[in-house]
T-cell receptor, first 114, second 112 residues
């Protein structure tokens, strides 16, 4: 079974721009979660989608948004980029939206904002 | 406030030695606790997951323990190898419907 894939792997943007990141979960998985990872803050939860519905949301500003498609693929959008948005963005998929279900992480998208 | 604290922040050990990483949490109610290994430049990979009723769980040379009364967990690595060099992240899940809470991780360096 193919793992979680994320595209692009690396991205460089300038302040004020917007960016869209993509995540394809493991086949059959319906839950996709997004995380931001920075050296100072560690992993922080952004949001979770299950069957195209946002199930949970972390404490991030409205500039961070996401969606999930009927094939479970998910996209994350960040508008009006700030320098502090530079981070590794990870997505994780699981079979169901249940805290005991194991999450499988993708390799991440490294976003650099200049 | 629900928090997960890990110690030490970083650790250097010689190949072949054992080590123990600590995780203390204040998440309540508690559902389960996971340990992840994250190699540099890669996504985290699950090592173990334990519910409140489990005290110990092993995965090869990795053994996790959980004391739900004191809200402490440890990850013991036996006979360390160079490939164990990574960040180890403790993650706690609260009640159903709430987000996972991540510790900031312990960076382990195994040298020859």
């Amino acid at each position: 079974k193919a793992g979680v894939t994320q595209t692009p792997r690396y991205l460089i943007k300038t302040r004020g721009q917007q960016v869209t990141l993509s995540c394809s979960p493991i086949s059959g998985h319906r839950s996709v979660s997004w995380y931001q990872q920075t050296p100072g803050q560690g992993l922080q939860f952004l949001f979770e989608y299950f069957s195209e519905t946002q199930r949970n949301k972390g404490n991030f500003p409205g500039r961070f948004s996401g969606r999930q498609f009927s094939n479970s693929r998910s996209e994350m959008n960040v508008s009006t980029l700030e320098l502090g948005d530079s981070a590794l963005y990870l997505c994780a998929s699981s079979a169901a939206s249940n805290s005991y279900n194991e999450q499988f992480f993708g390799p991440g998208t490294r976003l650099t904002v200049l | 406030k629900n928090q997960v604290e890990q110690s030490p922040q970083s650790l250097i050990i010689l190949e072949g030695k054992n080590c123990t990483l600590q995780c203390n949490y204040t998440v309540s109610p508690f559902s389960n606790l996971r340990w992840y290994k994250q190699d540099t430049g890669r996504g985290p990979v699950s090592l173990t997951i334990m519910t409140f009723s489990e005290n110990t769980k092993s995965n090869g040379r990795y053994t996790a323990t959980l004391d739900a009364d004191t809200k402490q967990s440890s990850l013991h690595i036996t006979a360390s190898q160079l490939s164990d060099s990574a960040s180890y992240i403790c993650v706690v899940s609260g009640q159903a419907g709430t987000a996972l809470i991540f510790g900031k991780g312990t960076t382990l360096s195994v040298s020859s």
